[in-house]
């Protein structure tokens, strides 16, 4: 069935490193990505997102890379600031939007 | 613009009990949402709207009902509560043209003894 799944439930970065959080999606129909942060006691917020004729992304500080033949996607973050700790989500539209389960970045001073 | 705004923050339900959480979103969207939280786990879609007068199941429907009151309101009524339904509750609406992105509001946390 469809899923959207993640390698890593929790990330440890160093500030100023880059963080690099992967998203694996069994959907290949899907035409479209999102990127979500969450910061604790609030709702999801966009980040990027991406669609599926494309292979990669670039916002301020985050690019996005899709890799279709293996149906991965991953989000990278540039010198990661303490406010990026958070959970981030991914998300695949085909029929309908699917959420992965998040993973927690924590950023360490 | 106040974005997506929904009422209550938080809320303690007794098993059996009814309520209403309400959602209220003044950016003219078309399409809104309704979603649950589980610790550890994605959002999971409850219903959803495309446009006002229409409603349709989403991933985990039983136990809920919704109202697309107007364009700007969504509610999402529990009619009998259970302790499976103790979860964050998140709306959600969406830009209709272009885009999959969605907005969400910050959330309703409902325990229920």
């Known amino acids: 069935g469809e899923s959207v799944g993640l390698h890593l439930p929790t990330l440890s970065v160093q500030e100023g490193d880059n963080s690099i959080i992967n998203c694996a999606y069994s959907?290949?129909?899907?035409?479209?990505f999102i990127w979500y942060k969450q910061e604790s006691g609030k709702g999801p917020q966009f980040i990027i997102d991406?669609?599926?004729?494309?292979d990669k992304r670039q916002g301020q500080r985050v690019t996005v890379l899709l890799n279709k033949t293996v149906k991965h996607l991953s989000l990278q973050i540039a010198a990661t600031q303490p406010g990026d700790s958070a959970v981030y989500f991914c998300?695949?539209?085909?029929?309908?939007?699917?959420f992965g389960p998040g993973t927690s970045l924590s950023v360490i001073p | 613009n106040a974005g997506v705004t929904q009422t209550p923050k938080f809320q303690v339900l007794k098993t059996g009990q009814s309520m209403t959480l309400q959602c209220a979103q003044d950016m003219n969207h078309n399409s809104m949402y309704w979603y649950r939280q589980d610790p550890g786990m994605g959002l999971r879609l409850i219903y959803y709207s495309a446009s006002e007068g229409t409603t349709d199941k989403g991933e985990v429907p039983n136990g809920y009902n919704v109202s697309r009151l107007n364009k700007r309101e969504f509610s999402l009524r529990l009619e009998s509560a259970a302790p499976s339904q103790t979860s964050v509750y998140f709306c959600?609406?969406?830009?209709?043209?272009?885009?999959?992105?969605?907005?969400f509001g910050p959330g309703t946390r409902l325990t229920v003894t």
């Open positions: 959907n290949s129909a899907s035409d479209y």
């Open positions: 959600a609406s969406r830009v209709d043209r272009g885009s999959y992105e969605q907005y």
């Open positions: 998300a695949e539209q085909y029929d309908k939007v699917i």
């Open positions: 991406i669609r599926s004729n494309m």
